[in-house]
């Protein structure tokens, strides 16, 4: 814990020093070139002491350089166990800043760092959605490529399918199968899918992952609309299909973690953050998931 409050104060004396909207940059790397029509600017504004590019650096710098630490992909968390090492599997869901996941994605590829990124096909930088419309935004093939094939990180489906279902009316199982293969035939390998949680989720209580078959076991109190959802005056009986008939391995609520960190929780009504947990005291061999939002520290 030392070393997090020693780096939350170098972050409070960037920002003393700062000048208003002056932009910060924790390297040489001013621009990240993503095609040869698309670079992004590699800088930041600090908005404030932890939710932050500095605080995630000396994050990654800590955990890299420890012994203690072996960190894996999602897809690989399930099958690795160590009996000597703490195992953490670092996921992003990209829900709307994509080029916030590439400063991510790059800051991890500096510390050696491989991890995962999950993409959003109801989220703008994705394509437009609407009612029984949809057109991809072909550019994100860029991106995409940018953070698995230089970065070295895994790319993963964020699942709004039920909402693609029952808000949008567009059918779920043709929409998967047409954009796995789009992906697939660009070179993007997505081998896992992680549920998200769509605002539409909250109002009429259902979940992402009721798409899936196999996890029909897993039933949530809230989220109790597993097979039909009323909207309205009108039902709708969620469409399933199993993740093998689109050559998927895994899904979020299937993985076995000992501990689940998030940014999207608020535990005491703060905003989860790593800084809320000492990693150097969990015991070796257990395994950890830590879930954030690029989108909350850009």
């Known amino acids: 814990m030392i070393k997090y409050f020693l780096f939350i104060l170098v972050v409070f004396i960037t920002i003393g020093c700062q000048k208003e909207n002056e932009e910060t940059y924790l390297d040489d790397v001013r621009r990240i070139q993503i095609s040869d029509n698309i670079t992004i600017d590699n800088g930041f504004e600090i908005k404030g002491p932890i939710f932050n590019y500095i605080t995630y650096d000396n994050f990654l710098k800590h955990i890299s350089s420890s012994d203690r630490f072996l960190i894996v992909q999602q897809k690989d968390l399930n099958k690795t166990e160590s009996s000597d090492k703490v195992i953490i599997s670092i996921r992003h869901d990209i829900d709307d800043n994509i080029n916030a996941a590439i400063k991510f994605a790059y800051l991890e590829h500096k510390y050696g760092i491989k991890s995962s990124y999950f993409i959003l096909h109801t989220a703008g930088y994705y394509g437009e959605t609407k009612q029984n419309y949809f057109k991809r935004n072909d550019n994100i093939i860029y991106y995409l490529k940018k953070i698995q094939n230089v970065y070295g990180h895994e790319i993963g489906w964020h699942n709004d399918l039920v909402t693609l279902q029952v808000i949008y009316g567009i059918d779920p199982k043709n929409f998967l199968k ?102 150097d005291t969990i015991k070796p061999g257990k395994k950890v998931i830590i879930l954030l939002h690029p989108q909350h520290w850009d």
């Open 178 to 279: 047409e954009e796995l293969k789009w992906l697939r035939s660009k070179g993007i390998e997505i081998s896992g899918s992680v549920t998200h949680g769509s605002p539409y989720c909250h109002m009429y209580h259902y979940l992402n992952s009721y798409f899936w078959l196999e996890t029909q076991v897993v039933k949530y109190e809230k989220f109790y609309n597993t097979d039909f959802i009323r909207i309205g005056k009108n039902f709708f009986k969620i469409e399933k299909d199993s993740m093998k008939n689109y050559s998927l391995e895994y899904e979020d609520l299937l993985m076995r973690a000992d501990y689940y960190f998030a940014d999207c929780e608020f535990p005491n009504g703060k905003r989860w953050h790593m800084g809320m947990v000492d990693f």
